[in-house]
């Protein structure tokens, strides 16, 4: 017990170091050399995101959707060990450099799925909900014949990338929960939902005009699910094999701890459920 008495200041020193390694990267725009930066002054928060040039409308069948450009950026993924609400697959946080991409401005709503599929597997049958009921395997068919129809490479994201888009990018203000540190303002939750899902776009978005990316469904990241480690990794894929699929964002049937931002959640890739959806990236 003495030995890990005092050990104990050394992993907090070692994870402070983490932490402020990946904040210089942040900071000083890429100088690792060591050099004194120009001093920069206090930003001040950024404005609401424009859809100018930062969203791209795409129509399939008469429905029309819209992906959200997230610029690169190094960020530190998962919990601070400081967080007392953390699940232990949350830990260790990282530090993680993603270049540029688009995400969702929302969850794939049923009136996308039927365009896309001609079917609708949903419980909760409304065409602006988000569709549920669909696997891991589903969505990569759906995005598979999405992908013939408008000739692009939509994908599902990564966990990297979900996480970095609910946090709101390079926009983040650090809140608990995606756009906001009260649960009740942007999402659909257990205490409120009324035991169903909400049309999307009914709460409040994030610093990157996303929304629902806290509660309503989960939604299916491509990633493999394994723990984290302390390595500073860029644009990390996941394993390339395993025997879960990652979930992001909580549900309707969750309470507020499993939808703060950096709950994972796990699933067989066959799994099917109304509280689990999806979003696109590109």
């Given at each position: 017990?003495?030995?890990?008495?005092?050990?104990?200041?050394?992993?907090?020193?070692?994870?402070?170091?983490?932490?402020?390694?990946?904040?210089?990267?942040?900071?000083?725009?890429?100088?690792?050399?060591?050099?004194?930066?120009?001093?920069?002054?206090?930003?001040?928060?950024?404005?609401?995101?424009?859809?100018?040039?930062?969203?791209?409308?795409?129509?399939?069948?008469?429905?029309?959707?819209?992906?959200?450009?997230?610029?690169?950026?190094?960020?530190?993924?998962?919990?601070?060990?400081?967080?007392?609400?953390?699940?232990?697959?949350?830990?260790?946080?990282?530090?993680?450099?993603?270049?540029?991409?688009?995400?969702?401005?929302?969850?794939?709503?049923?009136?996308?799925?039927?365009?896309?599929?001609?079917?609708?597997?949903?419980?909760?049958?409304?065409?602006?909900?988000?569709?549920?009921?669909?696997?891991?395997?589903?969505?990569?068919?759906?995005?598979?014949?999405?992908?013939?129809l408008?000739?692009?490479?939509?994908?599902?994201?990564?966990?990297?990338?979900?996480?970095?888009?609910?946090?709101?990018?390079?926009?983040?203000?650090?809140?608990?929960?995606s756009?906001?540190?009260?649960?009740?303002?942007?999402?659909?939750y257990?205490?409120?939902?009324?035991?169903?899902?909400?049309?999307?776009?009914?709460?409040?978005?994030?610093?990157?005009?996303?929304?629902?990316?806290?509660?309503?469904?989960?939604?299916?990241?491509?990633?493999?699910?394994?723990?984290?480690?302390?390595?500073?990794?860029s644009?990390?894929?996941?394993?390339?094999?395993?025997?879960?699929?990652?979930?992001?964002?909580?549900?309707?049937?969750?309470?507020?701890?499993?939808?703060?931002?950096?709950r994972?959640s796990?699933?067989?890739?066959?799994?099917?459920?109304?509280?689990?959806?999806?979003?696109?990236?590109?």
């Amino acid at each position: 017990m003495k030995i890990i008495s005092k050990l104990l200041p050394v992993v907090a020193i070692m994870a402070g170091l983490m932490m402020f390694s990946c904040e210089k990267e942040v900071n000083n725009n890429g100088n690792q050399s060591g050099s004194t930066p120009t001093p920069t002054p206090t930003p001040t928060p950024p404005p609401s995101p424009s859809p100018s040039g930062n969203v791209d409308s795409i129509t399939v069948n008469g429905v029309t959707f819209k992906m959200v450009k997230v610029e690169g950026g190094t960020f530190m993924m998962g919990a601070p060990i400081t967080d007392s609400e953390a699940y232990s697959n949350e830990l260790p946080q990282h530090c993680v450099t993603l270049s540029e991409y688009y995400i969702a401005e929302t969850e794939v709503t049923q009136a996308l799925w039927q365009a896309v599929m001609g079917s609708n597997p949903s419980h909760f049958k409304f065409p602006d909900r988000p569709v549920e009921e669909i696997s891991w395997n589903d969505c990569k068919t759906f995005i598979e014949k999405l992908n013939q129809l408008t000739d692009k490479q939509f994908r599902l994201p990564t966990e990297a990338e979900w996480e970095y888009a609910a946090r709101g990018g390079g926009n983040s203000h650090g809140y608990k929960f995606s756009g906001s540190d009260n649960v009740d303002d942007v999402a659909w939750y257990t205490d409120n939902c009324g035991g169903e899902t909400h049309a999307v776009k009914t709460k409040a978005a994030n610093e990157l005009g996303l929304y629902d990316m806290t509660g309503n469904v989960l939604e299916w990241c491509s990633d493999w699910m394994a723990a984290y480690t302390a390595d500073t990794v860029s644009n990390p894929q996941g394993p390339a094999a395993g025997f879960k699929r990652v979930l992001r964002g909580g549900s309707l049937y969750n309470d507020a701890r499993r939808l703060r931002v950096t709950r994972r959640s796990e699933y067989n890739p066959t799994f099917t459920d109304y509280s689990v959806g999806f979003r696109l990236a590109l």
